[in-house]
């Protein structure tokens, strides 16, 4: 259920900024784009359906326990995830956060590049994740240090973490990052 909310989420976002580019990137432990910037709020919607999804990107490892690597992050700001002349560059991640903590150099990278981040925990403590079957993942437990992983991030990129619920807070964040 943890990403169909990020859907709702990310839809709920999009409409609020009619005229901002967005684009759309899912990662494990590499980012993967499926939408670069467009306004075309169509592409972003249909985008948002059909290629968001559990382990989308499979990871490189299959046997690791935790898939996800917050520190994959650097890419948006070393691979032209954002046009060489955007004036603005703000990556909103929704992400459980539920990753190793990532080195300092994957903050000053992000930083250096000026991409500013607004980070969105999508998480509940009572959540459990469902691979491709009915059942959940036997092993999984949520991680309740995920969001200090997040904070520490934030804090190195000089960004802002939310909880999901806090939908007002983040559109406001995203307005002043957007100048």
Known sequence: YRLRRAEELARELRSRFPTVPFGIASFTDRVLPHLFPSADRAAFG???TR??????PPPSNFYELRATRLSALTALGTRNFFSPTARYRVAIVLTDGESDAPPPSVAATIRQRGVRMIFVHVWDEDERVFGTGEK?????????????????????VRGRVFDE?????IVAAAETMLG
């Open 46 to 48: 249909a985008t948002v």
């Open 136 to 156: 959940p993942e036997p092993d999984y437990r949520p991680d309740p240090a995920s969001v200090s992983n997040l904070s520490r991030l934030a804090t190195g």
């Open 51 to 56: 290629s968001i999804g559990i382990e989308q």
């Open 165 to 169: 619920g806090e939908v007002g807070e």
